[in-house]
């Protein structure tokens, strides 16, 4: 296993933008990096396929049905999840809040991404994919997504 690094007081934070309707990301280049992709694909958009790709397997599930849950009721919301970038795991804290057209429907959804914790993997062997073969056995036995709705105190 790799060596694991926590980023205490100085968190790395990076903001996006979602539009639902055309599944759009839009992202800053600190967000980016966190997640392991280019800061230009991340300025001119990418889609919540592709993010979910990059999404550890095991909490794939579990960041989809907290993501439907924040469009469905528009509520504040915190997801703790895993990232595969090339050489590390990444878990990640994502909150923000959807907003709503005039009539109700979902219209967008930003927020900010924070890095909490860096696994780095051991090298790779010449015949492994690093993020593939080394990520399911790095999961551990826990499921390590933790959703939250943040309800307006009141």
């Known amino acids: 296993m790799g060596d694991t690094y926590s980023f205490g007081s100085k968190p790395q934070h990076g903001y996006f933008t979602w539009d639902i309707a055309r599944d759009e ?32 397997p095991d909490d794939q599930e579990q960041v989809a049905s907290a993501t439907r849950m924040a469009v469905l009721t528009g509520e504040p919301f915190m997801i703790i999840h895993r990232i595969c970038r090339k050489d590390d795991i990444v ?12 009539d109700g429907l979902p219209s967008m959804a930003t927020g900010t991404q924070e890095i909490l914790q860096v696994e780095r993997l051991r090298p790779s062997a010449a015949n492994e994919r690093p ?22 105190q009141g």
């Open 25 to 56: 990301i839009w992202s800053d280049a600190i967000f980016a990096e966190n997640i392991g992709i280019e800061a230009e694909t991340a300025n001119n958009g990418f889609s919540v396929l592709r993010y979910m790709e990059l999404v550890h």
């Open 131 to 152: 993020c593939e073969d080394t990520r399911h056995a790095l999961a551990g036995q826990s499921n390590r997504v933790l959703t939250k709705s943040l309800k307006p």
């Open 91 to 102: 878990t990640v804290r994502a909150r923000g809040t959807c907003f709503r057209y005039r």
